[in-house]
């Protein structure tokens, strides 16, 4: 009998218990759309700080601190800046790896961090606030990707190696997310232009929706400034700062810098084809001059208040 009353006695406790509450609503700014995992508001997952700033004793920490100790020519390791426009190097060229095995050492767990990191949805950065005290440490979380990436892709396992680089990219997006400072918004637009030249020569056949995703994903240049605006110039005029060149400057140097997922995409797209010759709008800050012997990817004159359109770089068609 006593077992039966308190048997009883907990039912009656568990239907009386209040339910959980509802999770917080996400702020809008902080809502990106699904990339490549089944991403959920609320989940547990490693907070985004902690892959710049990781906890003492984090594994993390030993590979950031591989990255920043080779960052000296990393980026030249990574990229050939004597092709026209600085193209990935191929996998099989030494200059990409070799005496980089200490990043890879080190780094081993980075892809499974990353896909941790990114499984929230309520996404918006840490640094909304407050910049990090080494912002740079964004640029070297976006090296060590490229470096892991290059190494698994080079092991044979493709499919692997572009999810990491897909999940780094949206890190990086994440880490940039609901108006943070220029300070932290230029080393993720060019970690992620870094990602954006690796994806082909690391993940081979890379699927449009995967790059659509991305886009998708990429905060915009006004979200970086507070004000209603799409281009260098509209920023700058919004904000009334034509006068200050160190602000000029910067926000130059990130209109510059986002934007290449969407160049990608376009390149994908119609690179193939040779279409007729015409401008295509690609990205407010991105257009595409196509004509029957080649792709020229450029950044249309009034972004930067220029005379003419500045050439990123030009693809050749594919016959």
Same mark, same amino acid.
């Given at each position: ?9 907990? #039912? ?59 960052? =000296? ?19 099989? *060229? ?9 990043? @890879? ?7 499974? /961090?990353? &896909?941790?990191?990114? =499984? ?19 640029? *070297? ?15 044979? *396992? ?6 990491? #680089?897909?999940?780094?990219? =949206?890190? #990086?997006? *994440? ?14 637009? =060019? ?10 020569? /690391? ?5 449009? &929706? ?56 376009? %390149? ?13 709008? %690609? ?8 004509? @029957? ?20 770089? /030009? ?5």
């Amino acid at each position: 009998m006593r077992l039966f009353v308190l048997a009883v006695a907990s #039912l009656v406790a568990c239907s009386t218990a209040a339910p959980p509450p509802p999770p917080a609503p996400i702020e809008p700014a902080c809502l990106r759309p699904q990339v490549r995992l089944a991403q959920t508001a609320g989940v547990e997952a490693p907070l985004l700080a902690n892959l710049v700033t990781p906890p003492a004793k984090d594994p993390l920490t030993p590979c950031l601190v591989a990255a920043r100790t080779n960052a =000296t020519g990393l980026m030249a390791r990574l990229l050939d800046r004597l092709a026209q426009p600085p193209v990935a190097r191929r996998l099989d *060229d030494p200059v990409s790896y070799v005496e980089l095995e200490t990043v @890879e050492r080190a780094c081993t767990m980075l892809p499974e /961090v990353l &896909a941790a990191a990114t =499984t929230r949805r309520d996404a918006c950065s840490p640094y909304r606030k407050v910049a990090p005290e080494e912002p740079l440490v964004i640029l *070297d979380l976006a090296e060590a990707a490229t470096v892991m990436a290059r190494a698994i892709a080079r092991a044979g *396992d493709r499919p692997r190696a572009l999810a990491l #680089l897909l999940d780094a990219a =949206t890190a #990086l997006d *994440d880490l940039a997310r609901g108006n943070v400072s220029l300070a932290v918004a230029y080393p993720a637009a =060019t970690g992620r232009r870094l990602i954006a030249g690796q994806l082909q020569v /690391v993940g081979g056949d890379v699927p449009i &929706a995967l790059i659509d995703a991305l886009v998708a994903a990429e905060p915009p240049l006004a979200s970086y400034l507070d004000v209603p605006c799409t281009t260098e110039r509209t920023c700058l005029d919004a904000i009334g700062k034509r006068d200050d060149p160190a602000l000029v400057k910067r926000v130059r140097n990130l209109a510059g810098a986002i934007g290449a997922m969407a160049e990608l995409r376009a %390149v994908l797209a119609i690179g193939a084809t040779c279409p007729a010759i015409e401008t295509l709008p %690609v990205h407010p800050l991105v257009e595409i001059v196509a004509s @029957e012997t080649g792709l020229t990817v450029q950044t249309p004159a009034w972004v930067f208040s220029a005379a003419t359109p500045v050439v990123r770089y /030009v693809v050749a068609c594919k016959r």
